[in-house]
């Protein structure tokens, strides 16, 4: 039998609610977790680095539950769930998180949702920064290219969206592991290409003249890219970028490199030959199961003969 | 012992971050005392100051100054300035003009050449910065016109090249005499950038000095070890002040750092209080 790990109603403070009372006062929550250990060899050799230490998953839970804020328990939960597999050797997660005093006045007991996950379902399904599906009715049906796609988490939120997605990067591993989830999940609208974008530093290859109607570049940034990427969009296509601000940079010493980060309004300036529909700059969730980050959010949209001059 | 950065640029020039920002930089880098010194302009040092307060660094009022020598621009920093001094207002304000009123030229120049672009779209680009060629050059890099900003100046921007228009800039020795005439100390900026021979630098440094020249700024980011020692030699057989800074000027100058430049940039805060006494004795 597979062993498991079981911890019931590990209680801790989050700040998680639709309004905005609830996410200013951290309330009472109580996660209950049941994981599926990867192997049997800590069964075998008794020793803890091969298991997991369950202590270390409790403190974990609580750690991240308290540095979040978000508006539903389904995203407190995603963000657990991720961690668990990105921390530790399990196969499958089960998750029950719930409220313990809702501010439900017909609800004696608690309100919550409950996750049951397999390794292989949570590869497969990465989740895509919130801009992106956030912003997903503003894509034309059509071409999309991904830009720095990495293992496509993007990608494939596109894909089952029914675009067309064309996703590139540097990384050969990561676009094949990205090909690999695309077939497991039927999506076959996908083509990959091998590029190394900042082969050159000053002269980016060319993505050809208007032949995208979407272009997506989440946590990449590399400035003389952008004439490139205003060229490869179709009359009235649409690009939507999201990357750390420099105030990332500040807070959380991340990325490394401050070039990485976009100065205040730097991002409208490297986009200003298109009309801007969206843009803002501040704390988001990235979508990449660590917390929020600091990030510029834009979608533009390049002139065309159907646009109001 | 800490270090200090006397050469910065914001937004409010053509720098990439604002000043909360680049302060947020030298804080990061151990900066005790710092100087914006943005390009004809002082409006951010107010700015600047209540944000020094706020992070413990010691604000100098500071500001760069275009001048001209011959073909190229020569830049005159000054510190401790009274920043608030309405003539030097209204001179950097003339200054700034002669800036906005170039750019349209240049445009027209290339227009003439036969390359579409208005001014109107160079401004877009540059957004809130303050325009200048580099804005021209991104331009025709968009517009395909050239591949690369080196590409812009060598065919069409560059002095000597068809859309080159020279700016009505001051003097060296006059914009000298503005810091002084508003109590600061005026210092010749970055001489790596003069172009001239050992000699030529000596005989301008003395003239400069004879106009009221009061330091040089001997480190600087892209300063050898070699040019530092020529200078700090130059500035004590001149009998002036040393000063130092990165010229940080954001994501134009990607591996400059502010406080440490390349990385070998320390400019002491001993040279600090030579400096304010300069300017007290004015």
């Known amino acids: 039998m597979v062993p498991r790990i079981v911890i019931e109603r590990l209680e801790c403070y989050s700040r998680c609610g639709v309004t905005e009372e609830e996410r200013r006062t951290p309330q009472l929550i109580a996660i209950d977790v049941e994981l599926e250990a990867a192997v049997d060899a800590a069964g075998l050799s008794d020793r803890l680095d091969e298991t997991i230490d369950y202590a270390r998953v409790a403190e974990r839970l609580v750690a991240l539950s308290g540095s979040l804020t978000c508006r539903l328990l389904e995203t407190l939960a995603e963000q657990l769930v991720g961690m668990l597999f990105a921390e530790f050797p399990v196969d499958r997660v089960q998750l029950w998180i719930r409220k313990l005093h809702a501010p439900l006045a017909m609800v004696a007991g608690s309100v919550g949702v409950r996750v049951d996950r397999t390794r292989t379902a949570q590869q497969a399904g990465p989740s895509p920064a919130p801009f992106l599906t956030q912003q997903l009715g503003r894509l034309p049906k059509g071409r999309v290219l991904d830009v720095a796609a990495g293992r496509g988490r993007h990608a494939l939120h596109l894909l089952s969206h029914g675009m067309e997605v ?76 999201e990357t750390f601000s420099i105030e990332n940079y500040f807070r959380h010493q991340h990325p490394r490199r401050w070039e990485f980060c976009l100065a205040q309004n730097e991002l409208l300036r490297l986009t200003a030959p298109l009309r801007v529909l969206h843009y803002d700059e501040g704390e988001h969730d990235g979508g990449h199961g660590s917390g929020p980050c600091y990030t510029a959010r834009l979608v533009a949209q390049k002139a065309g003969p159907d646009l109001p001059r | 012992m800490s270090r200090i950065d ?193 000699d030529g630098l000596r005989t301008l440094v003395r003239d400069l000095k004879a106009a009221g020249l009061g330091g040089i700024e001997v480190h600087y980011s892209t300063h050898t070890p070699s040019q530092t020692t020529e200078y700090l030699e130059l500035a004590k057989q001149c009998d002036l002040l040393v000063t130092g800074g990165s010229d940080f000027h954001g994501v134009t100058k990607p591996d400059i750092e502010v406080g440490i430049g390349r990385g070998q940039l320390k400019v002491s805060e001993k040279l600090l209080d030579p400096l304010r006494k300069a300017a007290t004795s004015n």
Not at chain 2, 21 to 47: N, P
Not at chain 2, 83 to 109: C, E, F, G, M, Y
């Open chain 1, 166 to 241: 064309e996703a590139i990067d540097r990384d050969t591993l990561a676009l094949t592991a990205l090909k690999e989830a695309a077939e497991e999940r039927h999506l076959s609208s996908l083509t990959t290409r091998v590029v190394d974008l900042e082969k050159k530093p000053d002269h980016p290859p060319d993505l050809g003249r208007e032949c995208y109607d979407a272009i997506v570049v989440f946590f990449y940034l590399h400035r003389p890219l952008f004439p490139v990427l205003v060229d490869a969009l179709k009359p009235n296509g649409i690009l939507i970028y």
């Open chain 2, 6 to 198: 006397l050469h910065l640029h914001t937004t409010h020039s053509d720098g990439s971050f604002s000043t909360r920002d680049v302060m947020a930089f030298a804080k990061q880098a151990g900066v005790t005392a710092l100087a914006i010194t943005d390009h004809d302009i002082v409006e951010g040092i107010a700015e600047a100051t209540a944000i020094g307060a706020e992070l413990g660094i010691e604000v100098v009022p500071g500001v760069e100054i275009s001048s001209r020598l011959g073909e190229s621009e020569l830049h005159i920093l000054g510190y401790f300035l009274n920043w608030t001094d309405p003539l030097l207002a209204q001179r950097l304000s003339t200054l700034r003009d002669s800036r906005h009123t170039r750019n349209p030229k240049i445009v027209q120049r290339l227009n003439e050449l036969g390359i579409p672009i208005t001014y109107e779209q160079v401004r877009a680009l540059a957004g809130t910065e303050s325009v200048g060629r580099p804005h021209i050059a991104r331009l025709l890099m968009e517009k395909k016109f050239v591949t690369s900003a080196k590409e812009a100046f060598d065919r069409y921007l560059a002095n000597g090249r068809p859309a080159f228009v020279d700016r009505e800039l001051p003097e060296p020795a006059e914009a000298v005499r503005w810091i002084r005439e508003a109590g600061g100390v005026p210092v010749l900026a970055h001489p790596t950038w003069v172009r001239t021979s050992a």
